[in-house]
């Protein structure tokens, strides 16, 4: 089955510098790869997604790139602010409706 | 109006009870999901169930059960409870389209804890 990895751990960042947190899969027919957001006590949120048809999306400060050929995609926080502290999870699936494999997560502070 | 929704959001219970947890989405999704997440964060699919297929995550002890009465209903069942059980409980939904993967709406969680 989809085994994804995800790195770091834990990620400390100064208010308005960049982060990166990356991700790799071992299913080649996942093509689906999601990034949610979890604030504390709260429900995971999507907040950007990608297929394996395309190679990067961005969205305002948020952005993930698709390497399919070495099985990695990762999210990039520009700008970052305190409300981005939250954790964050990369997940993969395949086509239609099957379940997300999700990474570990990654706890973001954002320090003001 | 609420998309997924979940009760109850916090159940306290005693080893060896049985208890359910109720959820309902009305985005009109053919599939919904379980997902267990554990005291270290870690978010693993327990169940996926559309109205053709139950798709049972074998790391998932018979003790848990999903019922679903309608498409807009996904209820997980769980018998004899262990105090390895706490943990939070997501329910969520999402739409085949053309066999593409969309967005998977999570509930608000069900906070499980097993003494």
């Known amino acids: 089955g989809e085994n994804v990895e995800q790195h770091p751990s834990t990620l400390s960042v100064q208010e308005g510098d960049s982060a990166v947190i990356k991700c790799t899969y071992s299913d080649s027919a996942s093509n689906y790869f999601p990034w949610y957001k979890q604030e504390l006590g709260k429900r995971p949120q999507l907040i950007i997604d990608?297929?394996?048809?395309?190679g990067e999306k961005k969205d305002q400060r948020i952005a993930v790139t698709l390497n399919k050929t070495a099985k990695h995609f990762s999210l990039h926080i520009t700008e970052t602010q305190p409300e981005d502290s939250a954790v964050y999870f990369c997940?993969?699936?395949?086509?239609?409706?099957?379940?997300?494999?999700f990474g570990k997560g990654t706890r973001l502070s954002v320090i003001a | 109006d609420t998309a997924v929704s979940q009760t109850p959001k916090y159940l306290v219970t005693q080893m060896g009870n049985d208890k359910s947890i109720k959820c309902e989405q009305n985005l009109g999704h053919d599939t919904m999901y379980w997902y267990k997440q554990d005291s270290k964060k870690f978010l693993k699919i327990m169940f996926s169930?559309?109205?053709?297929?139950?798709?049972i995550n074998e790391t998932v002890p018979n003790r848990f059960s999903p019922k679903s009465p309608d498409k807009a209903h996904l209820n997980l069942h769980i018998n004899s409870l262990e105090l390895g059980d706490s943990a939070v409980y997501f329910c969520?939904?999402?739409?085949?389209?053309?066999?593409?993967?969309?967005?998977?709406?999570f509930g608000p969680g069900t906070r499980l804890t097993v003494t």
């Open positions: 997940a993969a699936s395949r086509a239609g409706n099957t379940p997300l494999v």
């Open positions: 990608i297929r394996s048809n395309v």
């Open positions: 969520a939904s999402s739409q085949d389209r053309r066999g593409l993967s969309y967005e998977q709406y």
């Open positions: 169930y559309n109205n053709k297929e139950l798709i």
